[in-house]
């Protein structure tokens, strides 16, 4: 059994070298040295001279613009990044000796990660309260306004009622619906057509607004975001993603996406939100926006403040960031992300956008301990969850494909519309569709008070009995119980046919909110039946035990909370996570037990029909080079195996280090695809010497054809430490020992893969070479990243086609 | 700045391979090879042959007995650990198919992991459970006696007696002191004295018992445990340390060492004892048994199980199991740590040992929110946590040190009586210190209710007000008050300078609990400070805007848990896990705030003076090899500078594929008392094939000599696929590629020494060797894990001689 490692959380490699165990067969190496020639050791130019152990810095000094940095649709070198960082770290502490100027300086570039963490956590934590607000403002618009300020939403338009009671406060003769306001009846089968029309037109405005948006001005803006946030934190780089259009874009767009009634909901799109701030402020500090590793712990931090703000958990935030989303997860990240997440729930606790000064989203409070037997229905739950898990993956991922490579994919405006205007049509008849999704969970996590004039809680009470606040007993479901029970299941069907449609259309659109949704509806109604059952079948012996007559045993609410727990397992395989949230939702570690119980039931019963989760699968769907840290790999075959070049593929492509021209380097890079090449020692030997970026090559050649005089195509290019003194008649030499890397990573051709795969999971060096290690120090091929997730797809018998990028 | 890989979690490798970037100079090795042999590659005993691919895998099936295993006191191979469980994975996979017998084994392998959780929760619950119930009782016994039944203790005993308020129930009859039960006087001199007498006498009692228990039966009972099991964790063997016998010691001691009375906690050895129990159940199956890496993921469960049962906060202790004490913590073993903890949890709530259903150690309830202006005191804490815990750990450390170098050392038992008396003496007096640390932390922590009797909330009451059960205002502190302050002030001197003296003693002492005290005391004086200002002075500036006259503004009980928290970070650096503790003992997140700017504060105090928690600098006294995640390496050194051999050093011992006789190897392993040796080609190409471990050779060529007929002194010991065929008059072969690990690791001398202690912290080899990698493929050198500590040790002007273990 392979281990997982906490999120890898660690500097995957990009590409590997290779040497033989044992003295192997000759192996053509195409090398490109044209021309043969005596390089000799002495003679350098001393401007050039270095000493051995400064080549390596040298190297990260950036000796031409924007060598060290990526092309886009790359993998970064956490390896490199994270020497820069200690060489720029170890530059600022030496200098900081010099002056009190620089001293400050220093402190100032230590404390800078902290004020980019109350940066983010204060502009995520606002945008979540604006986007809370319109929200809530926007949903209210689709059925009305309010006469006093149409900004104000239903809630608050009927703050300042005189009414006391919730139920009359709902009714206030501020808000009016649109048919009362246009035709004065408020009731009648007119006004209800008018308000159904005016609740579609609204829904297919703001879906249409959202969907134009996001088309015109940022493609990145659309969906959960979730996926390609993995994937750039495991080192990808996809330029713009996270930038300010995005998060501007999307910020509107989510409000309108959300506001439309469509099922989706808005914390997979707030972690992109929070990413994006994250991003921002990066580029404030020279530290974070000249470091992609650096820059992706500041982003692992702001994908904990994301969730830390769409639930108001931030201890369950930094655990999500940890465990579902990060790939490296220092410590001092940890620290970092718990207190961004913080700030970020403070500030939105500040902005109040719920107008109870409850920091989580749906609180709840319950007066009952669960039993023991009760456990056999939250089971029951947890495989309904992994159920609805597999078939909702599987469902999705099949329309996704679909949508890719059909015409459909061709019409994004058109498929927002028709779904939006599906969805309007069919959730406005039933009031548990026709709200938003998130007011439908809360209704359903609440717990019947004597106060709630719930049609859930339509109770049917003892006349004789004293009814105390909370303490209620168990008792006969009224008819409004029963007319409940059957709105949420055809509530039920609804959401989950249309959850498998929405979500991966272009518009921004989360899957937290309509799982929970789902679970959060089968859970009521399994609580109720059991409820109910227990009321009328005291006698039975399961019963017997825990509930006497009068006793209020089942909290329909806590069914509901675990039902929810378990979907979005099922749906994203979150565990820890998943609990601390809910345990930070109710507050109590009394509950943690059947939400685990569920948690766990749902992850096996979906791992059982597929080991990916939603977010997993569709990073395979885009084709991301995403070295998943869950995938085991079990497998017997070893580095020689999955290598290149092949026994018949043509021979590796690689650099002599004193015997290449320009002309023959601007060749190679023009034949050839590959990011970069490893420089060896003659023709001959084959011996390794170091390995040189593609993109640091081109740099530094276009460089030197411009400012230095003399390099010309016949120019030879040395990667040794000194070159050759040479006539005045021969053109100049091209020195670029500066950008070749001197430490490739090697390993023998018969190191077993699953060690290999370790290593690029957990060491980040993008270099790549093979050496070998007998008789001939020969290269024997490469691996890469790419080769090693062509072989772990073909391993497990999946699309290797489906792996896009390098 | 280097990155701090969350709590590494991930191997660490022991040993290093170095191979030049450079043509070097040639580098004398000293072969073994006495004899030059002519070894044909063909001729191969069909026995013996094998495919190259099996050949790892041949080499894991473990050919002779104990081959694979460790020696006490050395460092496991994380690596090779992994690929033992690959590989016994995928053959239970593989039988599985044949029978169902066979798939119903590897269900019941595949589910062991959850049933030792299970165990392992069960078990440790039960005995913290005990543990508690047995403290109580044997700490009241230092005071008194139950007459109705003496196992009860002060509290059980007065439960069924008939006063009502808790101040009288105090004082219940069936109760008796001491004096009043033999001279039959509660009151006077006489009867101060005799209770005095006997306290001391009883404390006496417990803590020499405690002290002999440990030194006969199991000496790695005493202390902490927590820096052995973090070594432990990392992967060093220490055997015995988890046995039965320090679990059965360590449970009975540990009760008997806070009952005495002593300035000590029961935090820390409970992590020990869950560790301990997670080892017994680890015997129970062979997959943890016979693999030390899957081993340590059941250890990294039960130190979280262990922190959960000692506060009842298992979130706490999945991430203080994350955060301080685990080296490898892969995403199953987080998962599985919070099944142990929330089991462990349950476990200690059924057995109930505080008789109030709660889960936690100190519950608290506070009815006032914290205002900004609080921030300053808070603050002020964390400064004050911060000071005390650099003044705790050095002080501690030099005593420690002390300890081992002088006298001292040999007298454990006279030391623990001396500090026993001494703390006795001085406890008594003081009814602050004469209770048990946790009760007076309870005490502390408590908000003063309105029917709250302690001397701590002794406040005057304006008689006209009507005095709601929770929301009072402020009042002016009355003369218990006062009194209280000044035994308080007493106390906090007294518990600082005695803590220092008591840690590191020969009994189980955790430090949680006194850390907490020192903080707890001086926070609720900072809070009775605080509020008595805000009482007398509501008018200046800062008291203005939130505290109006008759408002209830200040909890000094807050002030007291900030300063815990801040305390205890001071003195374990502990951070994101102290805080959720913390959350989890109040269940608001509403003094996140409060803690957390007290805990970064005191952790940054602390930081200044000295990198290392209590734990670090323990586990740098003792020497064990623990290379720590969070210290920075920012050195330009190279692998080439850390290297053994070094310049003037005798050369590498090596053995040769096929020219080394069993003689040879023997007089090697005689001379060297190294772990292990490459095995090069030949003497003249010097080419690395292999690493062979000096375990393996030395129990293959025992168990050879045993059952092997022909091998004799003068055999020829071949590490090639092939042995030649040799005429019968030689001496038969010994074959043993099947111990030769093919694939150690190397570097080029040219790597960064960064770079090499990434690797050896996240790769887990333990195989060394190194390559030259031009013109002669030569060994160079080797890095072991002792010479990267040793480097780093020297980098840090540390003593390098500190590192005792291999």
Redesign the interface.
């Known amino acids: 059994?392979?281990?997982?490692?906490?999120?890898v959380?660690?500097?995957p490699i990009q590409q590997f070298m290779l040497f033989p165990?044992?003295?192997g067969t000759p192996n053509t190496v195409r090398s490109v040295s044209m021309r043969s020639s005596l390089a000799g050791v002495s003679g350098a130019t001393p401007t050039e001279e270095m000493n051995?152990?400064g080549?390596?810095?040298d190297f990260l000094d950036e000796p031409f613009p924007d060598v060290g940095t990526y092309e886009d649709f790359h993998t970064i070198d956490w390896?490199r990044e994270?020497?820069r960082?200690?060489d720029r770290?170890?530059k600022i502490?030496s200098k900081s000796k010099e002056s009190i100027w620089e001293l400050i300086k220093s402190l100032l570039d230590a404390w800078s990660g902290w004020v980019v963490m109350l940066l983010i956590g204060l502009l995520s934590g606002t945008l979540a309260g604006v986007i809370d607000l319109a929200v809530d403002w926007m949903t209210d618009l689709k059925e009305g306004v309010c006469l006093s300020a149409f900004w104000y939403s239903h809630e608050q338009c009927c703050w300042t009622s005189n009414e006391t009671t919730f139920d009359d406060r709902d009714k206030c003769p501020q808000w009016q619906k649109w048919a009362e306001l246009m035709t004065g009846h408020a009731e009648g089968a007119g006004a209800y057509v008018l308000n159904y029309f005016l609740y579609i037109l609204w829904a297919l405005l703001f879906s249409f607004l959202a969907v134009s948006l996001v088309r015109v001005f940022a493609p990145y803006a659309c969906g959960s975001g979730i996926p390609e946030i993995k994937t750039i934190l495991s080192g990808f780089i996809i330029r713009g993603y996270l930038g300010k259009w995005t998060l501007l874009i999307k910020t509107v767009t989510l409000v309108l996406a959300v506001s439309s009634g469509l099922s989706l909901g808005k914390e997979g799109p707030l972690v992109h939100v929070a990413c994006c701030c994250g991003n921002l402020f990066c580029s404030l500090f020279s530290k974070y926006s000249k470091n992609e590793?650096k820059r992706r712990?500041v982003l692992s931090a702001a994908a904990a403040a994301g969730v830390s703000v769409a639930f108001g958990a931030?201890?369950g935030g930094?655990l999500f960031s940890?465990?579902e989303v990060s790939y490296?997860?220092?410590?001092?990240?940890?620290?970092r992300s718990?207190?961004a997440a913080?700030v970020a729930?403070?500030t939105l606790r500040s902005i109040n956008p719920f107008g109870n000064s409850r920091?989580v989203l749906f609180y709840v409070e319950y007066h009952t301990p669960w039993y023991m037997a009760e456990l056999v229905p939250f089971i029951l739950l947890g495989v309904f969850g992994g159920l609805w898990g597999t078939l909702f993956i599987r469902a999705n991922i099949a329309w996704c494909r679909r949508r890719k490579t059909t015409q459909l994919g061709k019409y994004p405006v058109l498929e927002v519309i028709a779904v939006t205007g599906i969805t309007a049509v069919l959730a406005y008849p039933n009031p548990y569709t026709r709200r938003s999704t998130s007011e439908l969970i809360s209704e359903l996590f609440n717990d019947c008070g004597a106060l709630e004039s719930s049609q859930l809680c339509d109770y049917i009470n003892n006349p004789n009995m004293s009814r105390p606040v909370d303490d209620i007993p168990d008792r006969p479901a009224g008819p409004g119980v029963y007319t409940a029970l059957w709105q949420l299941a055809l509530a039920l069907i609804f959401k989950i046919v249309i959850t498998i449609f929405t979500f991966g259309m272009k518009i921004p659109s989360g899957l937290f909110i309509p799982s929970m949704a789902v679970g959060a509806i089968a859970g009521r109604i399994v609580g109720i039946a059991v409820e109910q059952m227990a009321y009328h079948h005291h006698d039975w012996i399961i019963f017997k035990n825990w509930c006497r007559p009068g006793a209020d045993c089942v909290t329909p609410g806590l069914y509901a909370m675990v039902g929810a727990a378990a979907c979005l397992g099922g749906v994203t395989r979150m565990?820890?996570s998943l609990?601390?949230i809910m345990?930070?939702l109710t507050?109590?570690?009394e509950y943690?037990?059947p939400l685990?119980a569920a948690a766990?039931t749902s992850k096996w019963v979906a791992d059982a029909f597929g080991k990916e989760g939603i977010y997993e699968s569709h990073i395979q769907l885009n084709g991301y080079p995403y070295l998943d840290?869950?995938d085991e790999f079990?497998h017997?075959?070893?580095a020689t195996d999955v290598m290149r070049p092949r026994r018949n593929d043509p021979p590796l492509a690689v650099l002599t280090q004193d015997s290449t021209t320009v002309e023959d380097v601007e060749t190679l890079i023009k034949d050839t695809d590959y990011n970069g090449f490893p420089v060896v020692?003659s023709r001959e030997?084959e011996?390794?010497?170091?390995f040189v970026q593609r993109r640091d090559l081109t740099l530094a050649i276009k460089n030197a054809r411009q400012k230095q005089d003399g390099v010309v195509s016949s120019s030879v290019v040395y990667f040794t430490e000194d070159a050759p003194q040479l006539p005045a008649s021969n053109p100049q030499p091209l020195k670029l020992r500066r950008i070749l890397n001197?430490?490739?990573f090697?390993?023998?051709d018969?190191?077993?893969m699953?060690?290999v795969v370790?290593?690029f999971r957990?060491?980040g060096l993008r270099q790549r070479c093979h050496?070998s290690?007998?008789?001939r120090?020969r290269l024997l091929g490469i691996i890469t990243k790419k080769d090693v997730l062509r072989h772990m797809a073909q391993m497990m018998n999946q699309d290797p086609e489906s792996i896009m990028f390098n």
């Open positions: 059994m392979t281990q997982h490692v906490l999120g959380k660690e500097f165990e044992h003295p051995g152990a080549n390596l810095m390896l994270k020497s960082d200690t770290h170890r502490t590793g712990e931030p201890i930094v940890l465990e490296y997860f220092p410590l001092k990240t940890l620290w718990f207190f913080l729930a403070f920091l565990t820890v609990v601390v345990f930070e507050g109590g570690l943690i037990v685990m766990v840290v869950r079990t017997r075959t070893l020692v030997s011996r390794l010497i170091g001197l430490s490739p090697t390993v023998t018969h190191t077993p699953e060690t370790d290593i957990k060491l050496v290690l007998c008789l120090r």
